[in-house]
């Protein structure tokens, strides 16, 4: 069982930049796969950003080169660099985190593009 607590969303302007933030309750270091998804109005929760324990990464076309996902262990966070952001961006980002062959979700946290 593990917690997850985003942070770091809000209102931000086209080509602005943002970081979330995913702070578990307990190691990540033995979960395989910690990511974001989002969900935008009226569209389903789709892949943003996925990061292995082995460090490799995957992300969505629409976010490649502009966001980054990274994770800091000794502190239980995953982050989202998200870089030149565009109101297509707009969605509810959720932190996923794959454990003993479960998955859990943060309760998300809004990003909005917008000026």
């Known amino acids: 069982q593990v917690q997850l607590v985003e942070s770091g969303g809000g209102l931000v302007q086209p080509g602005g930049s943002l970081r979330l933030s995913c702070a578990a309750s307990r190691t990540i270091f033995s979960s395989i796969t910690m990511g974001w998804y989002r969900q935008a109005p009226g569209k389903e929760r789709d892949l943003v950003a996925t990061?292995?324990?082995?460090?490799?990464?995957i992300y969505a076309d629409a976010v490649k080169g502009r966001f980054t996902i990274y994770r800091d262990n000794s502190n239980n966070t995953v982050f989202l660099q998200m870089n030149s952001l565009k109101p297509e961006d707009t969605a509810v980002y959720y932190c996923?985190?794959?454990?003993?062959?479960?998955?859990?979700w943060g309760k998300g946290t809004l990003v909005t593009v917008s000026s």
């Open positions: 990061i292995r324990s082995s460090g490799s990464t």
């Open positions: 996923l985190c794959v454990l003993y062959g479960d998955n859990y």
